[in-house]
């Protein structure tokens, strides 16, 4: 495979408080959490800087972090498919010594990362549902593949069950449930993701419970945590009114 090249000059800078990545000319806030310019680092800074290093799930799934952590650090997740390889989530850092993968596939528009120099390093095909790809932090990203509703692709499963952004898909492959950050797991238990619209969020969770709840499913992937999907479902259970 032909290594395109990333000219120093390219314009692209890494949030060092939240990792959003900005394409273009540098603007004098983050566009996503407001952090100042002086926060942020040019994307060849940040690739000698942080390490994407990846951490074994199961046999088939691997958890990517980056060392040191970079801002928020939202874990992404690549699987190991019949069909080829595959990444959850984008990681924040550009490191091009990764080993390849065929898609990225997008749970929700908030961790689009450095997936567009992914998608021209690999030749990387680029899934984000139409009702986030439209949104304004997404506009400078290239996005392959707009959905509109669930599908299945290189053997994994997707729902789009919207609530903590109009276009928040889940993901499963085999019993491996990538749940992102719909949920939080604090010191005092389950929360649902405060940043979006509650109402939206808590209605949406119904869904997911439905779904999840008859699969045979062990391990959640979250967007910072791994679980035991049999903790996890009576947590995400007791938030649902009338359960």
Same mark, same amino acid.
């Given at each position: 495979?032909?290594?395109? =090249? *990333?000219?120093?000059?390219?314009?692209?800078?890494?949030?060092?408080?939240?990792?959003?990545?900005?394409?273009?000319?540098?603007?004098?806030?983050?566009?996503?959490?407001?952090?100042?310019?002086?926060?942020?680092?040019?994307?060849?800074?940040? =690739?000698?800087?942080?390490?994407? &290093?990846?951490?074994?799930?199961?046999?088939?799934?691997?958890?990517?972090?980056?060392?040191?952590?970079?801002?928020?650090?939202?874990?992404?997740?690549?699987?190991?498919?019949?069909?080829?390889?595959?990444?959850?989530?984008?990681?924040?850092?550009?490191?091009?010594?990764?080993?390849?993968?065929?898609?990225?596939?997008?749970?929700?528009?908030? *961790?689009?990362?450095?997936?567009?120099?992914?998608?021209?390093?690999?030749?990387?095909?680029?899934?984000?549902? =139409?009702?986030?790809?439209?949104?304004?932090?997404? &506009?400078?990203?290239?996005?392959?593949?707009?959905?509109?509703?669930?599908?299945?692709?290189?053997?994994?499963?997707?729902?789009?069950?919207?609530?903590?952004?109009?276009? *928040?898909?889940?993901?499963?492959?085999?019993?491996?449930?990538?749940?992102?950050?719909?949920?939080?797991?604090?010191?005092?238990?389950?929360?649902?993701?405060?940043?979006?619209?509650?109402?939206?969020?808590?209605?949406?969770?119904?869904?997911?419970?439905?779904?999840?709840?008859?699969?045979?499913?062990? &391990?959640?992937?979250?967007?910072?945590?791994?679980?035991?999907?049999?903790?996890?479902?009576?947590?995400?259970?007791?938030?649902?009114?009338?359960?």
């Amino acid at each position: 495979m032909n290594t395109p =090249e *990333f000219p120093n000059h390219m314009q692209q800078w890494v949030c060092l408080q939240c990792g959003y990545n900005m394409i273009g000319e540098m603007p004098d806030i983050c566009p996503f959490c407001g952090a100042r310019h002086d926060r942020f680092m040019a994307w060849d800074e940040a =690739e000698k800087t942080y390490q994407v &290093t990846s951490r074994p799930v199961n046999a088939a799934v691997s958890q990517l972090l980056s060392v040191p952590r970079l801002g928020l650090e939202h874990a992404a997740y690549r699987v190991e498919t019949e069909s080829g390889a595959v990444w959850i989530d984008s990681p924040s850092a550009f490191n091009r010594t990764l080993p390849a993968v065929d898609a990225i596939l997008f749970t929700h528009h908030h *961790f689009l990362g450095a997936s567009n120099q992914y998608r021209k390093l690999w030749n990387a095909q680029i899934w984000l549902h =139409e009702q986030d790809a439209g949104h304004r932090l997404a &506009t400078a990203f290239d996005i392959d593949h707009r959905f509109r509703d669930d599908f299945s692709a290189y053997g994994i499963q997707a729902y789009h069950v919207g609530g903590h952004t109009p276009g *928040f898909t889940f993901y499963i492959y085999q019993d491996v449930l990538f749940i992102c950050d719909y949920v939080f797991l604090t010191d005092s238990g389950m929360q649902f993701n405060p940043y979006g619209p509650g109402a939206a969020t808590l209605q949406q969770a119904q869904r997911i419970f439905d779904i999840v709840s008859d699969q045979a499913l062990k &391990t959640v992937c979250g967007y910072n945590y791994l679980a035991d999907f049999a903790d996890w479902l009576p947590g995400l259970k007791a938030l649902l009114p009338g359960r």
